[in-house]
C-alpha cells in the first residue's frame, strides 16, 4: 500500500479504531476489574436516584447499557468511515457485529470473563442504532 493511500485510509477510519482499541481495552480487564467499574456506576447513579437501588437487575441494566453505548459510537464511526470510502454505510452494522464476535472470543481468555451470544445481539442491536443515527443526521448528503 503506497503511503499516500495509506495516509487517506487511516484519515477516514482512525476514529473507528480508535472506539475499537478503547473497547478491546475494556474487555482486557479481568472480571473483578470490570466489576469495580461496574460498581462506581451504580453508585453513583444510587447516589444521586436513591429509588434506582431498589432495581435488582441495576448490574445487567449497566453493563448493557455500556455495550450498547459503546457499540453505537462504532457503528456511527463506522457508517462515517464506510460513507467518506463511497461504500454502504449499512455495511457498519456487519463489520460492527463482526468486531462484537472477535471482542466476546477475546473475552473466554480473560480471568472471571466469558463470551456472551446475548452481548453480540446487544453490540448489534447499539451498533444499528449508531448507523440509524449517522443516516438521519446525514442523509441530505447520502442522497447525493
Not at 453508585?43 to 457499540?71: D, W
Not at 467518506?84 to 452494522?93: A, P
Not at 464476535?101 to 477475546?106: V, Y
Amino acid at each position: 500500500m503506497q503511503l499516500k493511500t495509506l495516509g487517506k485510509f487511516l484519515k477516514t477510519w482512525y476514529p473507528s479504531l480508535i472506539i475499537m482499541i478503547i473497547i478491546f481495552i475494556f474487555s482486557s480487564f479481568p472480571a473483578s476489574k470490570s466489576d469495580e467499574q461496574s460498581g462506581f456506576i451504580i453508585n453513583t447513579l444510587t447516589s444521586i436516584f436513591p429509588e434506582l437501588s431498589n432495581i435488582s437487575p441495576l448490574v445487567v441494566i449497566v453493563r448493557k447499557s455500556a455495550h450498547f453505548f459503546e457499540y453505537a459510537v462504532l457503528g456511527f464511526l463506522n457508517a462515517r468511515a464506510l460513507n467518506l470510502s463511497g461504500k454502504n454505510i449499512f455495511h457498519s452494522i456487519w463489520l460492527s457485529m463482526l468486531y462484537s464476535m472477535t471482542d466476546e472470543f477475546h473475552q473466554i481468555f480473560i480471568s472471571g470473563r466469558s463470551g456472551e451470544f446475548r452481548d453480540i445481539l446487544v453490540d448489534t442491536l447499539g451498533a444499528s442504532f449508531g448507523t440509524l443515527v449517522y443516516f438521519l443526521t446525514h442523509r441530505k448528503k447520502l442522497a447525493r
